[in-house]
């Protein structure tokens, strides 16, 4: 989910980690710090940084200036963000092979400090893809048709499904995954937006949602790929004629482009600059979940060096993901304050004169918001959203009550 233009807390905090899914089990890690750009550039980094605060002290008699965000590493929690980090970029970096199963728990595993249960994630997943496969044999479908995957995981993910499995006498029942309409920013609990909590719970949102699903793809061999429209994710798939459809997995529909953009907040700019509407590769999915995995560390922590690596690593495979900017231009804002407040918060003309490398901080967090603004970023409201969302649960309704009513016709007929 793009989440708002403010991500977290701006103040340091440590936050308690909520609602551990219900398999728990406890991990050993090493210490192991992120090594996310070169050590050389690092140094020449750090030393730009000295002679320039010597400069501001040096010329302008200020007293002595914390440039840098304070720094969280070191606290509880923070080396096993450090190790998906490098994770994640090894495989963006070709490393090791993509595997969005493998990034999705590593992030959120994060956020819990190590404490969730692989082995069952990884069973729950391979039970939904058994029973897609289950299911289309039972209705005569071709599974090696890669249609047919989409649209068994697609009713597995949707649909309430009788399924019999070898070796059992009574049919089971497989239930729809359903939207949790309560907090599903995350702004309260941020695992809420969680693909295990979406697992445990069978409820999630419209991050969790076409996450799972692009898992049991990848479980499967199908081919489908993610797509953004303002504050929200979907799904779309291609079938053989290279027809693009689009899977709405928040209230279980197929919708058009068309339909997307009724939202009203999907500009010229936006589609001309692939923001929304857009397939992504599995490549820049991986880097969402860089984003992701400083969401989380922002809600646990707070802001520092860690979070603005992440986002502008991200930000090299996906240049428009709207989630990295937005996050990039919440550091920079905060980065600023925290610099601009030790010297009293002047007006812009007045640091330029004075403080210089401050300004450039201004300037930095400038470029940001013009950025945005060129590839036609619009935030959602909440409460629009939320009517969004009803208007789709509306339209979903309407559907199922003409499904019913044809089919009690033919019972009269």
Known sequence: MSRSIIIGNSHNQNNQTPNIPTFPTTNNRNQQ??????????????????MQQMSDRDLFGSPSIQYDLPSWTGTQGTDLYYQTAQKLLNMLQDKTPLNLKDAVFAVENAYFEGLLDKKKYEEIISQMATIAKLKAGQDGLNWNNPITKNIMLYRVMADTLKIKFPMRERTSISFPMQYDFDDFRG???????????LLSSHKGQCHSLPLLYLILCEKVGAEASLAFSPQHSYIKFKDRDNNWYNIELTQGIMTTDAFIIGSGFINAAAIKHGVYMQPQTKKQVIAHCLSDLASGYIHKYGYDKFVIQCVDSALSYAPTNTTALAIKSNYHSIHLSYAAHQVGSPPPDTLKVNYPYIYKLFEERNKVYRKLDEIGYVEMPKEVYESWLNSVNEEKERREHDIRYKN???LIE
């Open 187 to 197: 702004e309260q609990d941020f695992s809420k937006l969680f693909v295990t909590k």
């Open 33 to 50: 710090q992120l090594n996310m750009y070169e050590q050389d550039r690092l140094t020449v980094q750090r030393m730009n940084m000295d």
């Open 408 to 410: 009690a016709l033919r």
